[in-house]
Structure formats: structure tokens, C-alpha cells
T-cell receptor, first 115, second 112 residues
Framework: GAVVSQHPSWVICKSGTSVKIECRSLDFQATTMFWYRQFPKQSLMLMATSNEGSKATYEQGVEKDKFLINHASLTLSTLTVTSAHPEDSSFYIC???????????FGSGTRLTVV | GESVGLHLPTLSVQEGDNSIINCAYSNSASDYFIWYKQESGKGPQFIIDIRSNMDKRQGQRVTVLLNKTVKHLSLQIAATQPGDSAVYFCAEKMDSSYKLIFGSGTRLLVRP
């Protein structure tokens, strides 16, 4: 149980376009989801906390107008990278914490390449 | 975002030996800690966790030790196998929130 599905697994887009990444909790409801970014040979950096039915909470230094987060239902959070640039190329990973459990479940990640 | 350091040290061990991976965490108020394994191009995979009211927890072939006095966490892998080769991250949950903050990671290489 407690599976998180992330889609797409990889995407290539042109500079200046927008890309949407989906994160779904398949067998549990997630009022809170988390979005991370990981550059090569580095750790996971928390970008924002996605809250169902309310605005996301962004970490310091993360542009909320560039990384749009929508958490419209208890099973789906989306991250939209707007006006993508090559420096946005990275591995994006979502995570959810099932209610009543201590642990966190991670998606399989999305490799974004902006050309 | 937050992260503890940007370095990725490497630990090389012989197949069959025991591995010890260390992590220094940042916040004395953290109440929950998790070790994750990450293979190339994949998301983190849960290995073992420990709450702050414990100092040791054992799983299958893995043991986590927590030393709150010096804010140190370690992961011990017994009889390391080639399939254990990956990057290992510790993560801490701060007492006042559900945010999970990752450490810098250690690459484990298992020599045949």
C-alpha cells in the first residue's frame, strides 16, 4: 500500500514553454504532498509543500510564480514549471505522507530536460 | 530549499563485508529519522526509520543508530551485496512540521 505515482517519468521541452508534472496517491488520501528537486550528484532539495484545497508553501528561494503547484483533490498534486529554461533541467520528485502513518512515500521522479 | 551540504562522499566495500554509513543531522528538535536508498534515475526507497525516543532499531540486514547528543545517525548494512550499491540519504522530520529534510548522501560501491 501507500503508492505514489508520478508522471511523466521524463520530459524534454523547449526553452520558454511550460511543463506539468503530476503526482497521484493511488491507494490513500494525501492532504499534504511535497515537491523536491535534485541536481546531479546532489541531495534532494525541498521546493514546496502542497496542501489540498489551499495555497502551497514554498521554501526560501523557490519562485512560486515559476513553479506553480495545484493540489485540487486528495489524491492529486501537480507541479507546473512555467517558462522553463535550461537551468530548470533537473530531477523532480514528489512525496506524500499517508494520514496516521509516520512514513513518507516517494514518486519515481521526473527527469526534465529543457533545450 | 534546505539540505545539509552538497557533497557526495563514496564508501567502497568488499562484497560480504559490513557497511556503515554516517549522517550528521541539523536540528536537535527533529523527532523522526529515515534512511533512504536511491538508485540512478529513481525516487528514494525507504530502508528503515527511527523515532527520537529510540537509539537503535534493527531491520533485515540493516540497523540504524541514533545519537541525539551529537546529532548523529548511522546506517549499518550487514553482509553487503552488489544490489546494495546506490546512494544513501538520511532524512529528518522536524518536530514542528511534516517537512522532511534530506542530508547530503553517501554513495555506496560494493566490490565483487
Amino acid at each position: 500500500g501507500a503508492v505514489v505515482s508520478q508522471h511523466p517519468s521524463w520530459v524534454i521541452c523547449k526553452s520558454g514553454t511550460s511543463v506539468k508534472i503530476e503526482c497521484r496517491s493511488l491507494d490513500f488520501q494525501a492532504t499534504t504532498m511535497f515537491w523536491y528537486r535534485q541536481f546531479p550528484k546532489q541531495s534532494l532539495m525541498l521546493m514546496a509543500t502542497s496542501n489540498e484545497g489551499s495555497k502551497a508553501t514554498y521554501e526560501q528561494g523557490v519562485e512560486k510564480d515559476k513553479f506553480l503547484i495545484n493540489h485540487a483533490s486528495l489524491t492529486l498534486s501537480t507541479l507546473t514549471v512555467t517558462s522553463a529554461h535550461p537551468e530548470d533541467s533537473s530531477f523532480y520528485i514528489c512525496s506524500a505522507k499517508p494520514e496516521g502513518f509516520f512514513g513518507y512515500t516517494f514518486g519515481s521522479g521526473t527527469r526534465l530536460t529543457v533545450v | 530549499g534546505e539540505s545539509v551540504g552538497l557533497h557526495l562522499p563514496t564508501l567502497s566495500v568488499q562484497e560480504g563485508d559490513n557497511s556503515i554509513i554516517n549522517c550528521a543531522y541539523s536540528n536537535s528538535a527533529s523527532d523522526y529519522f529515515i534512511w533512504y536508498k536511491q538508485e540512478s534515475g529513481k525516487g528514494p526507497q525507504f530502508i528503515i526509520d527511527i523515532r527520537s525516543n529510540m537509539d537503535k532499531r534493527q531491520g533485515q540486514r540493516v540497523t540504524v543508530l541514533l545519537n541525539k547528543t551529537v546529532k548523529h545517525l548511522s546506517l549499518q548494512i550487514a553482509a553487503t551485496q552488489p544490489g546494495d550499491s546506490a546512494v544513501y540519504f538520511c532524512a529528518e522530520k522536524m518536530d514542528s512540521s511534516y517537512k522532511l529534510i534530506f542530508g547530503s548522501g553517501t554513495r555506496l560501491l560494493v566490490r565483487p
